[in-house]
């Protein structure tokens, strides 16, 4: 693992200095000595990588160790992700970035050769948690194309685009002095040359020969003694691999034709057979058609049976629009397997590791562009086996992230218990083929869940609890609504491109289980948790004009909040339920007029089936209003004490009461500043209404930010927008015209600087800084709270901060969080009894005020900067600019180490944190600069330390900013390599080894050693020593088992000194032994000759 050094700030640094001032103390204020006694240093954080999660995005190439049962899979972008049973996952990556082209385990040794684009080879150290470089070789001439490692040989084969072959020890990553030249290769009568080299392997059953594949269709069987082709096998289309049979006197040939070529080796004439799978046979015996490449063939034999030959392409050419297959013949059947993606590699999973022997194939694994596929060859059907790696995050996009670390212990259970109905049947009934590697002695006991919302309207629930990641549950929000079934039936109301569903942003109340989700489509839908199943005859609407506040700024309402046109909540309690209008009436250029009054989408009018799990209580939409779309919702909340929901966008913000089903407030951004409010600015309104309403409402007039408005969050577009406008040299009018709803908090304090008492209130945080408490009202009983109808008044901006505000929250007078008040969970479709046992109202924990005195902190959150506020009296206490050149994207409150703490992700690719309530700054450190709006869509903090980030549209990047998880990161991480028993050589049998039929072995080190081959030319490639040998291993041995690490370290240092004394003597008597016996030959040769003779 990378240590970071940080830029640690000192402890003593008050909120006075420059960057951080504090207001004069006040009477009744607590001064800054008095306030309270904070706990957090700078010693307590430190930012590092844990673990990733996830599809390796890009993948190139894979490899498989069988005794082991470690996968490997390289990437386009350099990386190596290595799995091993469930749970065991390990990523590193290569400094250069370069595509990785081939892998191969050293089998049984834990250590890997992975091959790249820019013409390197590297070892990697597999026997420590963190898997570092051994060696590094960069050829400098030749470009590499293909590598292979014979079993239990430290000799690796390189070939070359020039079509040589190069051979590499990979103890010391030297190069041999033994090359096979392209020329001496093939016949001398060739007069083109052959092509780069496509494949390498040595003969099953002899060492000695090699057999050598050029791109052209040439095969060369090189004798490595005699330094000599032994055969050449000639076809006229170019081959794609090879692959031998066993017992090694024949082998398989793909090509670009589509055709399988059989070669016995001794008669190279003539292919023994020639196939085409999927070519259809002509009746008058000609040809067949030529179809597309075979990409690749596998030849696996069994001892029982027909031997299995798997492939990979080979289709005709008339199946356009087919997808990818893979094909197994075995015996007289063939099966074609449809892949839903196309196919990098493959490789077939075999019971012994020696290529010598009967293979017994027992699985595929298929690695697609966007799946890992594994297929049970064992039974009938070939099934496939249930993954259980978190390759599922992108199965749709993700458009939205929340992460809750130490999260009630029941709700992880709760949401498996619900999620393992929806899993497929048809699995194969073996265990997973990939089970190699141990589990990390983890001390992180705490519950952690991962919610992702995706552009399809799913919604996952990941348990991410251990470093770990497994799916719990999936539901699917886009089941509430009417589906087009064409593109002609598309309604024309949508306000995105595609991707109508997409989830917008999400609220969840993790202690009652209430979830509300927001969609692009200006829609919200409030769930709650059951795990009975029920069937709803009619889901519950309800549908919510919010229009621009200024198209008719000339009959404002004189009340300053909008009366809701609703039935009255005693009358009728159900939501209003209007007809959608026809499809014809929508255009907007209809003789009906503009469109007024539609919904985006459709809500199905069927009756809906819901499983045990997350079930519709109410759906919330936007309308469209005189021909103006629905703006999108920009900030969302959910408070199940309360029964309130509440969300805005640029157009206002709109309270829901989802118990009573009705509209409490829509109220535009203008009308929450109340007259008296010094924020408001006297030009607001009656600039604005001088303007075109198409610049003030963001109307569909091919403005910029109507583009933006129109996109899904999957789109480029959307994601590029993201820089709105922060400048500060935007002019007055212009930031007033985008001002939106940026964050809400729901919490008990006090609405007014004279209140005594805390009550319930909601903050509102908007775009341009300003935070505006709300007062909310409640009837006293649950009885009463279904019959009366709850009371909302704006109390004005409570303060303004330098850009848009992120976070908000109240610390009590210890500085401890006070969360929202919460309603524990209860199931909606138990007994009433049941249901009175477990409703309760959690009580307000903040005391009453008394005259004068302070007894909370507002802690607010920007942009650009932070500040804490007194409450009741909102005097400002401490202020802290974060940032001055750039701005931050995201900023959450968080417990860490029995305290709580700001933490800030900055579009500069800083992270800080700072002290509550001083806001002294504890860490910045310079980690990712912003290089991908997804990254800034998906950043999230959560308690404890732990954060994390969408790295690609496939993968997870988990982070700590915790020193004491750093501590233990080697503890928490799972182990690759595990001591496993290599299984014995298969028995040559007696006959076999009398008469010598048996595998010939090869002394590799006598014929490719220095001393036989000479060196290698110091150009051709160059040695580069990597930081994971021993000081690699030093580093990584860290936390409680450190003391015996090192002295395991020492001794192995000790053994590798006595190991290369040991080497260095016998290398020397080699030497010896060598100049003596030349000393003798030539005292043979020159003993009887005169000195005239000489």
Known sequence: MKKFNIRKVLDGLTAASSSSSSAAAQPGTPSQNDVVQETLQSEHFQLCKTVRHGFPYQPSSMAFDPVQKILAIGTQTGALRLFGRAGVECYCQHESGAAVIQLQFLINEGAL?????????????????????????????????????????????????????HIVNVESFTLSGYVIMW??????????????????????????????????????????????????????????????????????????????????IRAPAKAAQIITPHGKQPKDGKKPEPCKPILKVEYKTTRAGDPFMVLSGGLSYDTVGRRACLTVMHGKSTAVLEMDYPIVDFLTLCETPYPNDFQEPYAVVVLLEKDLVVIDLGQIGYPIFENPYPLSIHESPVTCVEYFADCPAELIPALYSVGSRQKRQGYSKKEWPVSGGNWGQGT???????????????????????????????????????????????????????????????????????????????????????????TTEVVQLLEVRMQCEFSDVDSPDPGGAQTPTLPASGASPSPQETELPTQQSTGSNSSDGPRDNIPCLQVRSSPLKQSPGYQVELVIQLVWVSGEPPQQITSLAVNSSYGLVVFGNSNGLAVVDYLQKTLLLNMGISELYSPSDPYQGQPRSPRKARQPSGALCDSNDGSNTSEDRC????????????????SSSVTSIDRESREAISSFNFCESFSRKTDGQVSPCLLVGTTQGSVIMVALSLPPGADQRLQQQVGI?????????????????????????????????????????????VRRRRPASPPSSQEGQDTQFAVLCSEKQAKVLAMPSQTRLYKHNITETSFVLRADIVQMAGTNCITCFCANGHIMTLSLPSLRPLLDFNYLPLTDMRIARTFCFSNLGQALYLTSPTEFQRITYSQETCDNLQEMLS????????????????????????????????????????????????????????????????????????????????????????????????????????????????????????
């Not at 990697?124 to 898997?131: E, G, S």
């Not at 004005?796 to 500085?815: C, H, Q, W, Y």
Request: net charge neutral; hydrophobic share 35%; with cysteine.
């Open 183 to 264: 020329n001496k290769a093939i016949e001398l009568s060739t007069k083109t040359h052959p092509g780069p080299v496509v494949h390498i392997s040595d003969n099953p059953m002899d060492e000695g020969k090699l057999l050598i594949g050029f791109e052209c269709g040439i095969v060369v069987l090189w004798d490595l003694k005699s330094k000599k082709a032994d055969y050449r096998y000639t076809y006229d289309e170019a081959i794609h691999s090879v692959a031998w049979h066993h017992e090694g006197k024949q082998f398989v040939c793909s090509h670009s034709d589509g055709t399988l070529t059989t070669w016995n």
């Open 793 to 837: 008044a704006s109390c004005g901006t409570m303060v303004e901060l330098k850009g848009g505000i992120l976070t908000m929250a109240l610390l009590d007078f210890t500085g401890t969080l006070l969360p929202p008040t919460y309603e524990s969970w209860y199931d909606p479709n138990a007994s009433d009894e049941e249901k009175e046992k």
């Open 711 to 726: 996109k899904s969050p999957t789109s480029d577009a959307k994601e590029n927008s993201f820089t709105r406008s922060r």
């Open 975 to 1094: 182990e690759l390599f595990t001591p496993v028993e290599t299984p014995e050589a298969p028995n040559r049998g007696f006959f076999k080894g009398l008469f010598g039929g048996g595998a010939q072995s090869l002394d590799r080190e006598d014929l490719f050693g220095e001393t036989t081959a000479g060196k290698a030319s110091r150009s051709l490639a160059q040695h580069i020593p990597g930081p994971g040998g021993m000081e690699g291993m030093k580093g990584a041995a860290s936390g409680v088992v450190g003391d015996l690490a090192r002295a395991r370290i020492a001794l192995d240092e000790r053994g590798q000194k006595l190991g290369e004394l040991d080497e260095r003597t016998a290398a020397m008597m080699a030497s010896a032994e060598s100049f003596s016996k030349h000393a003798h030959n030539m005292m043979v040769k020159y003993k009887d000759k005169k000195w005239y003779q000489l």
């Open 444 to 534: 992180q006991s705490y519950p952690e869940i991962i919610i992702t919302g995706h552009a399809d309207g799913s919604i996952k629930f990941w348990d991410a609890s251990a470093l770990m990641l497994q799916v719990l549950y999936k539901l699917k929000t886009a089941k509430v609504f009417e589906r087009a079934r064409g593109k002609e039936e598309k309604p024309s109301t949508d306000i995105v491109d595609e991707d109508p569903f997409a989830i917008q942003t999400l609220s969840w109340c993790p202690e009652s289980r209430m979830l509300c989700v927001a969609g692009v489509s200006a829609h919200v839908i409030i769930y709650r948790f059951s795990k009975q199943e029920i």
């Open 113 to 165: 050769v992975s091959a790249l684009t820019d013409d390197s080879i590297h070892l990697w150290n597999l026997r420590q948690k963190i898997p570092a470089i051994l060696h590094s070789l960069k050829f400098n001439r030749e470009r590499i194309t293909y590598c292979h490692l014979p079993f239990q040989s430290k000799w690796l084969y390189i070939g070359t685009e020039r079509g040589n072959i």
